[in-house]
């Protein structure tokens, strides 16, 4: 079957050359990668990627993820090709400040890049999350007639990729949720950035996705456009996720083809020429011949015709089913069902209160679902009423993403990318770390992904310093774009989840407890939306402020009032549920809560002091924790590292003294 | 061959009942792993783990590292059975607090435990670096008729760290470098925390192990002591590293064996009866018959005897290779050779700074050795006139990673736990997000494992947000027990590296430019052991201070000579190299630096600015980032940030002016 023409060849050479040009214009870039994967991805694009470059968020579109951002030139080019967006002008502004063109994809900024990449192996977890988001929304979604959502999910992955663990990870779980519409295309040139493949792995990629029962196939020339098609044909029809490894030689026809020279940097001048002549290529930079537009604009038409044809099955699908077309569209969550289980002095985790409020907010929001890395029963995580996501029951609501946080977290990214749903995902709090990059990403992509993380600090106890959180609470405030709720009861908790059910553009953390916590009266009206308020204030003037943040609020309290009866001391307590928030009020409510004249200023929290200094100045002082704990009871070990109202009230003392 | 008899049955019934009963009396624990694993761990302990109870750290004894460190009972067990200085007293105090027997293992705190583990994976990752020193070393010095180092690696994987990305990174590591004297023993028991296996995997574990070049062996029956000992024999014959898959019953022959039941928590009073009558073990908690003793002491004494030969050999060794003798157990580098490549004025990046006085270091001593995840050009910290590791030749000393960073740290730590070598690792700064919990165990572990960061800002430029790096460096200064250095020039750097030179019992972490920087005047005696120094003062009593890191540190000295010229301003410039350091100064030290008297602080820094607040407080400020940059030219982002002469002074003014 012989699909492609001499017309297809120019443009496959189209995007080598754009690739090319808009590197060498910005002096920096990745060319060898884009010149080796023109071929396959514009196969896949022509051929078989559904999408309207007018309408950029179809729902029912296929994703494609380049995993490897770092060859975002190529992505570009075919973006200009197809009618995006990205004017010519936007193509020679490669990099620059400013520019829709940016090093690495950058979703949000530029039309039709369905996912940020660049940090190797999350492309691949994303894809995956978008396909599961596709198998769970044809369950809920598709009726009788009406296939609303039955699209692929593409991804183009790299040697360095398929090297990161996360990536490992994401193969498995794709392989045990059987994604048959997950179809990626393994650029496998051989080549990393530090030279031959070989110097750094000798994995046998076939046998290796088998392991996970994925399909595979191979495409021995990756410049044999009807290979690569008959190939991306065949792994439609397989109900396996399907790996095509695609054997391509990269910087192909350049001088320093087949070596990591042309992994990084731009070919430079006389390269270029050369190159020109290798391909036959007699176009000045940033000149395409019409015929090239053309040719693109045919198989642009089909992909029109599709689009068309689905938004009038969508048109009809919303009169027969219009509580269900209602749902599939809908922005942010119902919260008004969301209240507290318990009352003031009754003794509750926060973990479980947060278990309680997500019920509430899964049964009145049918589009929240996500899951946990084997800590269900721990997170407390699971929808109650709801059944596993699998093979046989795509519909289920509770993800068992395995021991794999990273790709869990890659994974919750990629269905809120997705869209049409909205994911969460849990663990333990120490292991914040195993995924922070991921959280990273949603923010970065403003991504309504929510993390859930229990077990929050030395409390835990016996379990040990391998699973008290110490500075993990710091680590998730200093990420940019992201809001991070560490509630003091089943009340902030509460509040906290109003937040974010009406929070759609960047991700929130949950920070819960293990160990019970008493419902206070203090935070029946918690102004968490304002991220920290007065809890219970001073007399008169204070005398001073002490600031905690959940499991410490309580002990503040009673710090207090020990304070006020034992010692006369008037002193206002501040809970601070999320620093992000705060930070983000106006200058005079944050000047209300903390007024610049009270010094006398004590933050406690079982963690890295580090964020605290900011409100404390240099006349405060925190009670934190500097090192990593130790294994025991949680309540010894909480007394030992100075949580004790004793200890809160005699560092109170010390600094009142002292200013 | 029938190599055990019914003493040997015993002895593994009294590991399976001290670790139920310890559970029992701590309330809390995993009992059914240890009951499960104890065959496979009795065979390996006794009939072929080479130790000395007496020694243990023993430079060529044979490692093994409990990758699933919440079996600790079982560990703590063979320790206290094997005569390490674990006493039934230690083990009737397991997870109390203060007590040697911790919830998780911890090294350094318990006799005999190689590796603290817990954090799923990474126990595994640092077998491999333990398996990869052993050959390193193994070149380095054993000589005709001195097998000095030829110890094997053994650890102990469950199926949840088999889960984990940083476990499929180390099992390519080792595959790729054949590491046929590490053997893995998979207590195979298709059962995680959350319940079934099958509900989180189906990966096929013979293939994948296969598909990277891994030896595999099935023992089907995980009670069956022979089929055990057969498995490991054959394992130590193969050139490869070995996977054995042992099939057992989590909480075999307790009431409910083979579930998640008996993951977790203790078995409970009535089925702890039960299973001592399944068992036929009459014995009362904590009662463990002297039989059972002695069959362990038989095994000791063969041990002792391999110890004593090799003391001997090695006792002649240090006769005929004095050299290589004091070189294979020296502490500490040798920092005498380390001195700047450059004058004051010229422009030079400290990754560039930095590779060169890792040359030297490396020069001065041959202990040192790491590598990179797979950016040894850009991170360029490739040891110039030395060699790759690999089979053909252990005895290189540059480490190709590939793109597994959290596997390339874990086995750095293991490499550093191993002894007789330094291992360092390296990367992106934007991508120390995806090893960070090994930094963590690192510095858990008082390894001084070294972990270097390169392009360190917003100034990475046109690569844009996905790999500039904003918040990490905060995120590196909250974990307990590191010290990270930003160095301002290349004389920081060498300063830095004096101090990390002399460090042995915590990790170190550099963060150097990709932008060139000026060698300063003001650094030429830096005192960077200190953490921070006044760079250049002000004539008189201070109106301000101005403090800054890294690249930032020639700015504020620019500021500082604007606001003296234009404004008439006097401002002390304090360089702040390492947070850490600075910290433990004495309070007097810290005061001649940052009197508390001057409360004019302006901090400058191109990152996120949570660290900053314990030093500017209430009336200072600090420029840094708060959100994740953007693509384009570097110097143009830095100075759209705000990082110019104009801005500092700007922002100082206003602060000055207020206060």
């Given at each position: ?12 050479n189209?995007?080598r ?32 990627l ?113 090297m ?12 045990k ?12 040139n051989?080549v990393t ?13 076939a046998?290796?996705f ?27 029809q ?14 192909y ?6 070596t990591?020279k ?6 430079g001048?006389?390269?270029?020429a ?17 015929t ?30 219009p ?77 068992y ?20 749903s ?68 089943a009340?902030e908790?509460v ?10 553009d960047?991700p ?19 102004a968490?939306?304002r ?46 549920p ?82």
């Open positions: 079957q012989q699909d492609f023409t001499i017309s297809d060849q120019l443009a496959v189209a995007l050359f754009m690739s090319i040009d808009m590197i060498e214009a910005a002096k920096s870039g990745h060319p060898g990668s884009p010149i080796g994967m023109a071929p396959m991805a514009y196969v896949l694009w022509e051929k078989f559904n999408f309207n470059p007018q309408d950029d968020k179809w729902l029912n579109r296929d994703r494609f993820v380049l995993s490897g951002g770092h060859c975002s030139a190529l992505l570009y080019s075919l973006l200009h090709f197809n009618g995006f967006d990205v004017s010519l002008t936007d193509i020679k502004n490669f990099r620059q400040l400013g520019s829709k063109t940016p090093g690495h994809p950058e979703y949000q900024l530029t039309p039709g890049v369905d996912a940020s990449t660049g940090p190797l192996g999350q492309g691949f977890g994303m894809a995956v999350g978008m396909a599961m988001a596709e198998r769970h929304l044809a369950v809920q979604y598709n009726r009788p007639g009406y296939p609303l959502i039955d699209h692929y999910t593409y991804s183009i992955v790299g040697d360095g990729d398929l990161e663990g996360v990536a490992e990870e994401a193969i498995n779980l794709a392989g949720n059987r994604l048959g519409r997950l179809i990626v295309l393994y650029d496998s051989d950035l530090d030279g031959p493949l070989s110097l750094s792995t000798n994995e046998n990629a046998a290796r088998k392991a996970a029962h994925w399909d595979y196939q191979l495409v021995e020339d990756g410049t044999d456009l009807n290979a690569i098609a008959q190939a991306i044909r065949n792994a439609q397989t109900s396996q996720p399907s790996l095509i490894e695609v054997k391509t030689i990269i910087g026809n350049t001088p320093d083809e087949g990591s042309v992994h990084g940097s731009p070919l001048k006389q390269n270029v050369i190159t020109r002549e290798n391909y036959g290529w007699p176009y000045e930079p940033f000149e395409y011949p019409t090239v537009y053309q040719q693109f604009a045919q198989y642009t038409e089909d992909k029109a015709r599709n689009y068309q044809e689905w938004q009038e099955m969508f048109a009809d699908y919303q009169q027969e089913f509580t269900a077309a209602q749902q599939l569209t809908r922005q942010g969550m119902d919260i008004a069902n969301l209240s507290s289980h318990h009352q003031v002095g009754e003794m509750v985790s926060t973990r479980v209160a947060n278990a309680e409020t997500m019920q509430d907010l899964a049964a009145a929001n049918p589009q929240l679902w996500g899951g946990s890395a084997d800590l269900f029963s721990s997170n407390k995580t699971a929808l109650k009423d709801n059944q596993i996501f699998r093979p046989a029951n795509y519909g289920g609501r509770n993800i993403f395995g021991v794999r946080e990273f790709a869990m977290a890659a994974a919750v990214n990629g269905i809120n990318l997705h869209g049409g909205t994911a969460y995902c849990s663990t333990f709090m120490v292991f914040s770390d195993y995924l922070k990059s991921a959280i990273r990403l949603a923010a970065l992509q403003h991504l309504p992904s929510v993390f859930i993380f229990t077990h929050d600090s030395l409390a835990v106890g016996e379990d040990g310093p391998t699973h008290e959180p110490v500075e993990q609470l710091a680590m998730l405030r200093t990420i940019p774009n992201v809001q991070v709720f560490r509630p003091a009861d009340n908790v509040a906290a989840w109003r937040v974010i059910g009406q929070t759609d960047r929130s953390v949950i920070v819960a407890s293990r160990q019970n916590l008493p419902v206070l009266a203090e935070t029946i009206n918690a968490v939306q991220g920290a308020y007065v809890a219970a204030d001073a007399a008169g003037v204070p005398d001073g402020i002490l600031l905690a943040s959940g499991s410490e609020l309580s002990l503040a309290l009673n710090a207090k009032e020990c304070l006020e009866k034992d010692f006369q001391v008037d002193v206002r307590v501040v809970s601070v999320s620093m992000e928030l705060f930070n983000e009020q106006p200058a005079a409510y944050r000047e209300e809560v903390l007024p610049d004249a009270v010094r006398t200023r004590l933050a406690v929290e079982m963690a890295n002091p580090q964020p605290w200094g900011q409100y404390v100045g240099l006349d405060g002082a925190v009670i934190g924790v500097d090192d990593f704990g130790m294994s025991g009871n949680g309540a010894a070990i909480s007394a030992k590292y100075g949580f004790t109202v004793e200890n809160v009230v005699d560092q109170f003392l010390t600094i009142l003294r002292k200013g």
